[in-house]
Every structure is written in structure tokens, then in C-alpha cells.
């Protein structure tokens, strides 16, 4: 079996073939300890053996929860925000089919409007719902669930509503877990060793997805196998390492932006996972790589003129896929003249690849890095690699920039700010 692999020969311009070695060379001891597991930050690497959250038996209970869902639900409610159903809705997105039943994104926004929208879709349906919350503090999905049980409450009972639910939290006595047991919710653990970031091959997106219709089992497959793969290649051909060195290199050079780009636009949810993976891991201590993401050829005609001509801060790294497994060919039209014809006989799968390559090379020309990520084919199976390799790459980035690349003290401090008026308010209320 393939597996993804990276090229960096647009980069000759600005960093040479062994300017990426020495980098590796400089750096050998801490990324050795880290692919040999010699790092002390053991409390958050859960995700670092795949069979040990995404073994077997979990697999198992997943499949049956996720049958008994798509056979007797319309609407499916995935209750998180961030971490908690990024991944998720990556692969979901990815695999864009008419699916039974409709997956539904909430708790990942304050918006009324939304919420509203929310309520009203539901009703009539035959309704499940998954909160997804590690400490179930946060207050997006926890108000958000508050109003979506309260509602598939009075559709259809406490006892009913209740077999409808199933909440994925902290184990060992968390909030969530209370509830789930006064309420009766079926529980799965959210792993205490594990970031939500980093916790999609595990029952936080792996239920999801399954009830989605996508084989988890190619999921969890892709990612075992990018895991052997990073253990066993050398450094200098070993994407996860090598992507890290670029990105390191490039950083001190003076580039403090990255755009995630692709032709591709079942990629565009993907994009947002990596976002939030790169952001919240490196972005602390006055530190980091600005990560953004492009949507190709449409974002060519806006953010491209940028790109192409702006300050020259950003590189780009690119999502190719190799097989784009489909085929629309150009019909003719002989009684119209529309100046098109030159094009008769193509197909627009070639059009894209030359869309991507006049890309890849003008941007490059213009004084732009870049690099490629050559993924296969958009299967379950390769995004399970891309999920495992870019949080190995994240890992081992965060690391050499010299940031924790596990903890988000950024965010928490929004959070606190934000519990502190609402609390505030209450209490002038109260008097």
C-alpha cells in the first residue's frame, strides 16, 4: 500500500536539500527521543499508540452503536467545538454523500440564530444526539446540550430521550459522566491522556464518523501504519520529520505564515482540523506559524493576488491528490461559440492538475516556498495517515520551536474572561 509522501523540490530557491539535513542533524537527539518514546510528556501522548484508544473492542462497540443509529435516525447531532468535532467533520465532509442520517454541527457556536435553526430542523425527526466534551466545562457545547436535551426531552420522554443520547467525556467520576449516569446516556471515554486536537482516532471521531457511514476500521488502518512508517523511516525521509525541519527553517528565515492549500475542495474541513492543530499548538509565548488555509482555484481569484504579489511572510504547503478518481469529460458544443472548443477532448481532472501545477509554479517563481504533501487517493484509509502524520508533525514542531505544544493557555484565558462577566452578571442580578 502507497503512503503519502512529501516533496520539497519547489524549495530549492530558498532552502537547500541539505540545509533540511543538517537542520534534522542539528536537532537528532530530541527528535530520536521523541520517535523513541524517551519524552517526559507521557500525560498527554495517548494518541501516540493508535490500537491503545481505537483497539479492537472499541471498534467493536462503535460499529454496534453506529448501526443501531443510521437504521433508525434522521438526524444525527454532534455536539462539540473544536477538538471535540474538528476531525470528525473533516473526514465526514470529505466523504460528502446524501447519508441517512443528516449529520448535524452544534455546540460550536452562541449564535441564536443557529440554535434556533437547530431546534426547528429536529423537529418531526427521529433524533440522536452525541455531546462531546473531555471536561464538559466549556461553554458552547454545554449550553447548546442543555437546550437540544431539554428538547428531545419533551419529543419523547426522559426515559426515551435518554437512549438517544450518547455522551463521550473524562472518565472517573467527570461532570459529564455524572450526568450520563443519573441520566442513563450511553458513555464513551474521552481519553484523559489525549488533547481534544489530537483525539480523533479515538472514540471522540471515530463514532462520528462511523455513524456517518465511513469505514473506521480504514481509518484506524491508515493511521497504524503512518505510526510504523514515522518509527521506522530514516529522519531525512521521514515526512514527519522532515515537514517539521522545513517549517523550522523557514520560521527563522523570517516566514510567520503557512497556507494549508489544496485543489481539492472535499479537503476544505480538513483544512479547518489543521488550523485549530497547528493555532493551539504552537501559537504561545510570542511564538508560532500563523497557520491559514486557501480553497483552490476559487480562493486563486482573492487571497491568490495576495499570495502571488503581497508581503512576502507566508510559504505554502500544498495537498495534492494524485488519483482524483473521477472523470468529467468536456462536452463539445458545436452550436455555440463560446471560445471553449480549444478545450474539446479534456477532462476537467486534467484541468485541475494544470491548475496546480501553473500554481504551484508561479507562486514559487514569485518568491513564494512551497511544498507538497502527495496523498494517493481520498480514501478513509489515507486519512487516517494524514490525521496521524500532521499530529506527529505538529508534536515534533512544537518541540523544536521550544513551545509545550500540548497545552492552550490562549483559549482558557477567553474562557475565563467570558465565565467571569456571565458569573458577574448573575450576581448583580441577584441583588
Known amino acids: 500500500m502507497k503512503s503519502i509522501t512529501i516533496d520539497y523540490s519547489y524549495l530549492k530557491s530558498f532552502i537547500s536539500g541539505e540545509d533540511v539535513n543538517n537542520e534534522i542533524k542539528d536537532n537528532r537527539k530530541v527528535i530520536e527521543d521523541i520517535i523513541k518514546g524517551k519524552a517526559d510528556n507521557e500525560n498527554v501522548l495517548g494518541w501516540i499508540d493508535v490500537d491503545k484508544h481505537a483497539g479492537e473492542e472499541l471498534i467493536q462497540r ?17 455536539i462539540g467545538v473544536g477538538g471535540s468535532n474538528q476531525g470528525a467533520r473533516a473526514a465526514i465532509k470529505a466523504f460528502d454523500k446524501e447519508q441517512k442520517p443528516e449529520i448535524i454541527y452544534t455546540g460550536n ?34 449550553i447548546s446540550f442543555r437546550m437540544i436535551r431539554n428538547k428531545m426531552e419533551s419529543m419523547y420522554g426522559r426515559d426515551d430521550a435518554a437512549k438517544r443520547i450518547i455522551a463521550t467525556g473524562s472518565p472517573n467520576g467527570s461532570s459529564l459522566e455524572n450526568l450520563s449516569n443519573e441520566k442513563g446516556y450511553e458513555f464513551y471515554d474521552f481519553p484523559e491522556d489525549i488533547g481534544g486536537r489530537y483525539s480523533v482516532i479515538t472514540a471522540v471521531g471515530l463514532l462520528p464518523m462511523a455513524v456517518a457511514g465511513i469505514d473506521i476500521r480504514e481509518v484506524v488502518r491508515g493511521a497504524k ?40 475542495p472535499l479537503f476544505e474541513y480538513f483544512t479547518k482540523w489543521w488550523v485549530q492543530l497547528f493555532g493551539e499548538s504552537e501559537g504561545k509565548d510570542n511564538k508560532g506559524i500563523f497557520p491559514a488555509a486557501c480553497s483552490f482555484s476559487e480562493d486563486l481569484h482573492s487571497l491568490g493576488q495576495y499570495i502571488q504579489d503581497g508581503k512576502k511572510n507566508l510559504f505554502e504547503t500544498f495537498l495534492n491528490l494524485e488519483d482524483q478518481m473521477e472523470s468529467c469529460p468536456i462536452s463539445e458544443d458545436e452550436s455555440t461559440i463560446d471560445y471553449f472548443d480549444y478545450l474539446d477532448g479534456k ?42 502524520l500532521f499530529e506527529y508533525s505538529c508534536y515534533i514542531s512544537g518541540v523544536l520551536l521550544g513551545v509545550n505544544p500540548f497545552d492552550q493557555p490562549g483559549v482558557e484565558a477567553y474562557k475565563n474572561e467570558m465565565f467571569a462577566s456571565l458569573k458577574k452578571e448573575k450576581e448583580e442580578i441577584a441583588v
Open 225 to 264: 501504519d503512518m505510526a510504523k512508517s514515522i518509527k521506522t523511516l530514516p529522519l531525512e525521509e521521514n515526512p514527519a520529520v522532515v515537514y517539521p525541519a522545513i517549517r523550522n527553517i523557514l520560521y527563522k528565515k523570517g516566514y510567520s505564515v503557512e497556507v494549508l492549500a489544496h485543489f481539492e
Open 109 to 142: 457556536t452562541l449564535s441564536p440564530i443557529y440554535m434556533n435553526k437547530v431546534l426547528k430542523d429536529i423537529e418531526e425527526k427521529s433524533v440522536y444526539a452525541n455531546i462531546i466534551a473531555k471536561n464538559f466545562a466549556t461553554l458552547e457545547p454545554g
Open 347 to 388: 477532462d476537467f481532472s486534467e484541468l485541475n492538475k494544470v491548475a496546480f501545477d501553473a500554481t504551484i509554479k508561479a507562486h514559487s517563481e514569485g518568491g513564494i516556498p512551497a511544498m507538497v504533501f502527495n496523498i494517493p487517493k481520498l480514501t478513509p484509509y489515507y486519512f487516517g495517515q494524514l490525521f496521524y
Open 62 to 78: 462503535i460499529e454496534k452503536t453506529a448501526k443501531n443509529i443510521r437504521e433508525t435516525s434522521d438526524a444525527f447531532l454532534l
